[in-house]
């Protein structure tokens, strides 16, 4: 791609040779003649000098320092997403049904879409338009999935789930598993049947081996745009909202809503029954164990410290009640017998 | 189902009319006629009067303020699954094995049970009566699925696992993998061969991507009754006690024994070679580091807090030894220059 | 196998009958004869008097106190494991393609690896010598594995990712998926496209269910020996440092580097962009955000309490800092009005 053409169909200030051409993207460090870099993190400012990419995007305050040509954009980062997805689309593919795949009559399969090596499409199903079905998925009865939604291999589409249009699926995810629904009666548990579904909104991508359960009665929802990295847990009745992400290893427990435009970090756990705001930051590792109504930055875990100075503070925390207790009386000035400060 | 059958099918007493049918459970907010709904937290309480379903199910202290048809049952969480259960049963299914699976010579795979597309059953496995294995399942050898038990689809059982009966399997678990085992040695790793297995009880629930790893000579054991929900990691030579719930995303480490009747919260982590006894609670997110001899509610982990005030109270925490100890000098009345209290 | 063979073999001093022989391994406690026991972890020293094992391996501290034949060795457990591997060997295979699999024209299979039952192998990629594919693998195009590793069922290699040799790979796990890469832009995300790789080193072991994720640009290495167990997320661009152990559901958040011979326990958690250097070990449960640039021991979490007496403790914790500042005042001999100590 000429590097005139990336500015106006991205909307970048070109600073360099319009006719200079580019086939792939690398790091600042890595680059040669014909890549093209980023700069989004100041923290990588350095390498910028000495870069041999053939152009940068970059913003305006950091331009100056290029050597090379520039695309000056305000937002970099996003612009380089959308650069290095047109030089590197995914592979295409035709339409059809690999010959030891499984589809069921009563499936509904768009001439357009590819059914993958292995995969199950059973009847009362709905395949769209451009779908890609990479090798292993199992779509059970009543399923659908949207137009250009791509399930990389291995997926499981649970009964009656429903995927929306460009969606991405990675390997090992579970869409529609019962939730974790377990009457208590007598010392035992009677399961209690998961009866709806997963609606899945528009342009969301799900991580490997994550899962999202299917409702107790109504759906469980995850609204458009939202993003979700592996290994994260979403129990039955959740609600996330449009354009929100959520980091690897994190649950969100069973009725809990979550608002939009929140960014859920890496391992936090959200309690059931919660609502979460729209605008709501929640830093990694940390436990929500109430609901959220005012957007901002919440955070809850403490961070690593040599182990043996750790454990003595983790042994007063132990006793921090009766030391607050003890502070209350120094305060008071009484003695060390009184104890009735509660 | 006429409500006279189901209060005298399920211990309730009726108050309404007894020749009322209803033929699908819903939510008091979402039921329309027909609809069968159920009242046992009481902050839905509200949402009693409004409702438009058909007969409610609810306990006898709430049963004055129900103006449909009430089934009145002193747990009507528990009553509400049996009944959801019946009214909206799983697909029934035949016996047989589809024509994608495979079915390795010497695996004796009852006539009643279905082995669906793409399973793999291999030789010396047994397959019990009316079992069903939803599609992909990997069955390998030796590995044994009791009576009226149930893979959804993509389960794994390794070699020589055995399963107890009336089971339920989600999408993606995994049992009998190998434990982690690894004997240091010069800076290196050699790996412990994991030769037991694992045994499954009866009635067991896993969840999606769960794994349950085998015992290093051993067998690891899950009693019956118990429920896991998804993600949870069993590692080797754990013994779950019957009628145990384990919720997502908690592990359980090697050589760890959980009572019976216990709970298990949601991102627990249990250290290995300790014994939790039976009847306790663990709540949301906490880490278990020592054996528990007492029944009992246990817990451990700070909640969220606005960041900037979590990270006063977390900067505080890293000095929190220091800070007891001059607490201990003022109770002490001694200067600040006195540093001898360990 | 007889005892003296053993010895000479493994480097054991041997104290009892020569021409005994074994051919399994059993505890202490179940041994019967004909079994190899070890005795490593002093905690079960009182099982030695009463074993009915042919023979024990243990270290010349512990010697005496064997009634029975002894293997006596340095480093008892690493021996032992040595031991049984030899005793119960994985199943041999012979070399073929399952008729259930589909290999595309274009992949290069060595005649000696054997592709399991609904195993999908890509064009382009390449299988090496005595590789074991279990049921349901799927290894994309361009991908590769070494000599002699061996993927237990239904693991995903996605495109271009490359296996070392002698390496164990458990169902489930996911090598390769996309990185969490998302550029937020004007309330929305654009997906940054994930186009390294992920390179693994020889003798590595990964568990169920877990993932390894692909480089944003360049690749997310694994080096040789590391281990890790179940339920782990290793984010993209990361780097683990040969023979380095990762315990279960641990995660290791993007472009972080691990150094060599770390120990990262159970459900750790290390944000991203950080260095941990070599000979780190990070205790169970621990959140490590910012690097580490010593060796030696951290920790971070706080353990089980009661649950009424952790939440007074956790309820002070909410005002640690106002707790720290009293103190100060009370060593200032201020007054409790003041409130000027930040």
């Not at 954009?73 to 010959?99: C, D, Q, S």
């Not at 779908?131 to 399930?151: E, K, M, N």
């Not at 409702?215 to 993003?227: A, H, P």
């Not at 929500?288 to 007063?316: C, D, K, W």
């Amino acid at each position: 791609m000429r590097l005139a053409e990336l500015a106006v169909r991205f909307g970048c200030e070109l600073r360099g040779d319009p006719e200079a051409d580019v086939d792939r993207v690398a790091t600042l460090q890595d680059a040669a003649a014909g890549s093209l870099a980023f700069l989004a993190n100041p923290r990588y400012r350095r390498h910028l000098a000495a870069t041999r990419a053939t152009a940068v995007i970059l913003d305006a305050s950091l331009a100056d320092e290029c050597r090379v040509a520039a695309l000056v954009h305000p937002n970099p980062y996003a612009t380089y997403a959308r650069i290095a997805a047109l030089l590197h689309p995914p592979p295409a593919f035709a339409g059809g049904v690999h010959a030891a795949a499984v589809v069921e009559p009563g499936a509904r399969v768009d001439p357009s879409a590819w059914v993958g090596a292995g995969c199950f499409v059973a009847g009362g199903s709905r395949i769209a338009a451009r779908v890609f079905l990479g090798p292993g998925c199992v779509v059970l009865a009543g399923a659908s999935v949207g137009d250009d939604t791509r399930l990389v291999a291995k997926v499981v589409l649970c009964h009656d789930v429903r995927i929306g249009a460009r969606c991405l699926l990675h390997p090992g995810s579970v869409i529609g598993a019962d939730g974790f629904g377990q009457a208590p009666d007598a010392g035992r548990y009677v399961k209690v049947p998961q009866l709806g579904a997963v609606v899945i909104g528009d342009d969301v991508e799900i991580g490997a081996n994550t899962n999202v359960d299917r409702g107790t009665i109504g759906d469980t929802v995850i609204e458009e745009g939202v993003r979700i990295d592996n290994q994260v847990q979403i129990g039955h009745n959740v609600r996330v909202g449009a354009h929100t992400v959520i980091a690897g290893c994190a649950g969100i427990s069973g009725s809990t809503s979550v608002g939009r435009r929140c960014v859920i970090a890496g391992m936090v756990g959200i309690a059931g029954h919660l609502t979460i705001c729209d605008d709501v930051v929640v830093t990694g590792r940390t436990m929500v164990s109430s609901s959220i109504h005012q957007p901002g930055m919440y955070s809850g875990t403490l961070h690593a410290q040599e182990t043996r100075r750790f454990r003595r503070n983790a042994a007063r925390f132990q006793k921090l009640d009766e030391l607050a207790k003890r502070v209350r009386r120094l305060e008071r000035g009484d003695g060390e017998g009184n104890d009735d400060d509660g």
